[in-house]
């Protein structure tokens, strides 16, 4: 199978890694191998290298100190050790304030802590995907709430929270409660400033307010197999990996150096390319949808009237099974997903979807389009004129549609 042929719409699940990054690993797969922990002096320039990288995120960031940036495995590690070594570094508060369409790495995080004794609120949202601020600020809970975890971009439709003001509210309500924010799915296309200093980039979002800060490399086009989690100087949290010294004693493990020096170049290419990227993905988005709106009939865009990344579309077609959607895109070389990555293989709908309560004619017939700054016009194109003849073909032949068909002329009648 000649993949190059492939459209790839599934950036949201995972990127292609950067040709800039790949150039910049293979070097320390050959030569630079040594670890950065030994003390002759090849393995210091290792080390050097290290030093290097987490400068450079902590600048991306415009975080206080590169101390303050740890290396991981992925987003998954990361929002475990902010649940699990929040909770025993601060043994008194049992609550914990969620949402309902969090991922997966937070949400069984927080039913495991449910299982331990802890109390978890799942803040819902709106038919758009919104979070209700005044039932956030009814959630939190002085002297009590241990930790706050909202994610910024939703995976799977791309609805954006207020983080900002959300950390602030928070810290306002009692500076003890710790903020936690999965920003897997926007690192690299927002700009954010983790710091009150001031940052050269004017648009940058302020997090001044967020103690944690979780991501995977491989969302924005390094490899996978290397997550950052920000850890606010001063805030309180146990190591979650014990057994070694690494990471000032907060992570152990050797540090994956190769691609600890890819996600570093990853961000380096977002920081100069996102602005461009966003203003061109934010066009695509735009006539995308218009077109699939007004091409299909009975179709929904998820998150439409919300602040969105401008990667991502996520359209529920009615009378129609998304897994046989997937199906045939595939058949046209067509990359897409129904969902999240980590539960795409299941035939349960969407627990996003159903939080937002989309119809029960619509949620199994979701498709994610996400797409990334190697997206291209052609590849737009291709998709709209593919995307609603599956559509079509599939109600016909679908004994829902026609039932439904059916009960539209009674009506009618």
């Known amino acids: 199978m000649d993949i190059t042929q492939f459209i790839y719409a599934d950036n949201n699940a995972t990127t292609a890694v950067a040709p800039e990054v790949r150039d910049a690993i293979l070097p320390?797969?050959?030569?630079?191998?040594?670890?950065?922990?030994?003390?002759?002096?090849?393995?210091?320039?290792?080390?050097?290298?290290?030093?290097?990288?987490?400068?450079?995120?902590?600048?991306?960031?415009?975080?206080?100190?590169?101390?303050?940036?740890?290396?991981?495995?992925?987003?998954t590690e990361s929002n475990n050790h902010v649940i699990f070594g929040a909770a025993a570094a601060n043994p008194a508060r049992k609550h914990?304030?969620?949402t309902k369409v969090e991922h997966p790495a937070v949400l069984e995080v927080c039913r495991e802590m449910?299982?331990?004794?802890?109390?978890?609120?799942?803040?819902?949202?709106?038919?758009?995907?919104?979070?209700?601020?005044?039932?956030?600020?009814?959630?939190?809970?002085?002297?009590?709430?241990?930790?706050?975890?909202?994610?910024?971009a939703n995976n799977e439709t791309g609805v954006l929270f207020p983080v900002a003001d959300l950390a602030r509210i928070t810290k306002e309500t009692d500076p003890n409660i710790l903020f936690h924010t999965d920003a897997t799915q926007s690192i690299s296309k927002v700009s954010v400033s983790l710091s009150k200093n001031g940052t050269r980039n004017t648009h940058a979002a302020d997090w001044r307010y967020v103690d944690f800060v979780s991501c995977s490399g491989h969302k924005f086009h390094a490899p996978k197999g290397v997550g950052l989690l920000y850890i606010?100087?001063?805030?309180?949290?146990?190591?979650?990996?014990?057994?070694?010294?690494?990471?000032?004693?907060?992570?152990?493990?050797?540090?994956?150096?190769?691609?600890?020096?890819?996600?570093?170049?990853?961000?380096?290419l977002a920081a100069l390319a996102h602005v461009e990227a966003n203003e061109r993905l934010a066009k695509f988005q735009r006539d995308f949808e218009s077109e699939l709106?007004?091409?299909?009939?009975?179709?929904?865009?998820?998150?439409?009237?919300?602040?969105?990344?401008?990667n991502t579309t996520n359209i529920s077609c009615h009378f129609v099974e998304g897994e046989a959607i997937l199906y045939e895109l595939a058949e046209y070389k067509i990359c897409a997903s129904s969902g999240s990555a980590c539960t795409s293989g299941s035939l349960e709908p969407s627990h996003v979807l159903r939080a937002m309560g989309v119809p029960f004619?619509?949620?199994?017939?979701?498709?994610?389009?996400?797409?990334?700054?190697?997206?291209?016009?052609?590849?737009?194109?291709?998709?709209?004129d593919v995307f609603p003849k599956i559509i079509n073909r599939l109600r016909a032949i679908s004994p829902f549609s026609r039932e439904n068909a059916k009960d539209t002329r009674g009506t009618r009648e």
């Open 232 to 268: 606010r100087k001063g805030a309180r949290i146990r190591p979650y990996l014990l057994g070694g010294h690494q990471e000032s004693g907060r992570r152990g493990g050797t540090e994956n150096i190769p691609y600890i020096v890819g996600v570093a170049k990853a961000l380096e």
């Open 361 to 384: 004619t619509a949620i199994h017939g979701s498709t994610r389009f996400s797409f990334s700054r190697y997206t291209t016009a052609q590849d737009i194109d291709k998709i709209l």
């Open 293 to 310: 709106l007004h091409t299909l009939d009975d179709v929904e865009i998820n998150g439409q009237d919300a602040a969105r990344m401008g």
């Open 114 to 152: 449910e299982r331990r004794g802890y109390r978890v609120t799942y803040l819902p949202v709106d038919r758009h995907g919104r979070l209700n601020i005044s039932a956030f600020v009814r959630a939190l809970e002085p002297g009590k709430t241990l930790l706050v975890s909202i994610m910024h």
């Open 96 to 98: 914990i304030i969620t």
């Open 28 to 75: 320390f797969l050959a030569e630079g191998f040594y670890n950065p922990s030994s003390m002759y002096p090849p393995a210091a320039s290792v080390a050097e290298k290290l030093r290097e990288a987490r400068d450079s995120i902590a600048l991306a960031f415009n975080a206080t100190d590169s101390s303050e940036i740890l290396f991981t495995s992925c987003a």
